[in-house]
């Protein structure tokens, strides 16, 4: 089996982009089917230009990806400039099935089939959201639970204007991307972009996003406990440091969904978050750090390496936009932790203006896959 192949350029123009990858890409293997296309959105206008560009010059027939503020690929991060990375899979047909873009819960009902791949559930895949649209948590749960295993990896287009996806054809508005089958063989892990603070605390009361009640006590005072007296007294500069991390209920690795602290009031001692919460939810306060995010990118590296089934053909990296260089130090350094551990494997990927792993929607992380 080998590797996968991939390119990335770096030009003003697409067609010149363009053109640099093909003539990396080319001769295309053999029975290579499905293509992956992410680029800057410096190109989302002429993004639908360059999926027929790779399908007619390739003969690639299925074509997914979408654009971001930023693409990776092996070892980089190419950001704010014109820039594309394409990946070229020979996996068998018979084995994915291209998801056509899910707007709304009725499209989810009225595409049950493209569930299925031949006569068995999709096993798992790789979606592309558009951020605009409100419902897409929810559809990225209902395709989730559609699949076999329950999970997906992608990310939210990030773009400062069009948020164009491929999906075979190239659309707007909802969820899209590939589902595969079993025979399809991956390995996904999610490194976190903040660490905890404190022990964790049960929110005991709670009115959509505002917690009332922590523990039984004042949310006010247990963040208090918590952090400090000196972080305490700068609370209102604390707005991209201090989180609250919600624990996921049925993840076997300890992750939790990062949301921003959106108000506090010093007089009734409460906490407004930025996601609806409910008694009983449990809840950590998160710091947000460089030390802590290269720890836990390694302790992921580390773990998704030794559940490889065999040597690594390609890979996908869905990351943060508040990652890169603003929490690893450096342009590059998170990238370069991927490649020390894995090799220089092909790779290609975006930031993401959300993350997307199992069936929810993540922030400051992100979602590494790999193919054997």
Not at 230 to 238: C, G, M, S
Request: hydrophobic letters at 40%; charged letters at 20%.
């Amino acid at each position: 089996m080998l590797p996968f192949q991939y390119a990335h350029a770096c030009q003003p123009d697409w067609q010149t982009a363009a053109r640099e990858c093909l003539d990396e890409l080319l001769p295309v293997r053999p029975g290579t089917t499905l293509g992956f296309l992410y680029a800057t959105d410096n190109f989302a206008d002429d993004y639908a230009d360059l999926v027929a560009f790779f399908r007619e010059h390739t003969g690639v027939p299925h074509w997914v990806g979408t654009v971001g503020v930023g693409i990776v690929t092996t070892g980089r991060e190419l950001l704010e400039q014109p820039a594309l990375a394409v990946m070229l899979a020979d996996i068998p047909a018979a084995d994915f099935r291209i998801l056509p873009s899910l707007c709304n819960l009725n499209d989810v009902l009225q595409h049950e089939a493209d569930f299925r791949i031949g006569t068995e559930p999709a096993w798992f895949g790789v979606v592309h959201g558009d951020p605009r649209n409100p419902l897409i948590a929810e559809l990225i749960e209902h395709v989730a639970a559609r699949t076999e295993t329950g999970f997906l990896v992608g990310g939210l287009t990030s773009s400062r204007d069009r948020c164009p996806q491929a999906a075979d054809q190239v659309v707007e508005g909802g969820l899209s991307g590939v589902l595969f089958a079993a025979g399809v063989s991956v390995a996904t892990r999610l490194t976190q972009g903040v660490s905890p603070l404190g022990p964790r605390h049960r929110i005991t009361q709670a009115e959509r996003n505002i917690i009332r009640s922590l523990d039984g006590r004042p949310p006010l005072t247990v963040l208090r406990e918590d952090i400090g007296e000196v972080l305490y007294q700068q609370l209102q500069r604390l707005g991209g440091y201090l989180f609250v991390g919600l624990p996921t209920r049925d993840s076997d690795t300890e992750d939790y969904l990062v949301r921003h602290i959106v108000g506090v009031d010093p007089d009734s001692k409460l906490i407004a978050v930025g996601d609806y919460v409910e008694a009983g939810q449990p809840l950590m306060f998160c710091r947000r750090d460089s030390h802590s995010a290269v720890e836990d990118m390694q302790r992921m590296l580390d773990a998704l390496k030794a559940s490889l089934a065999g040597p690594p053909r390609g890979a996908l990296y869905f990351s943060c936009l508040g990652r890169g260089a603003s929490m690893f130090g450096e342009t590059d350094a998170e990238m370069r932790m991927i490649r020390d551990a894995l090799g220089d494997i092909p790779l290609v990927g975006f930031s993401a203006n959300g993350e997307i792993s199992r069936n929810r929607l993540y922030g400051y992380t992100g979602v590494l896959t790999v193919f054997t």
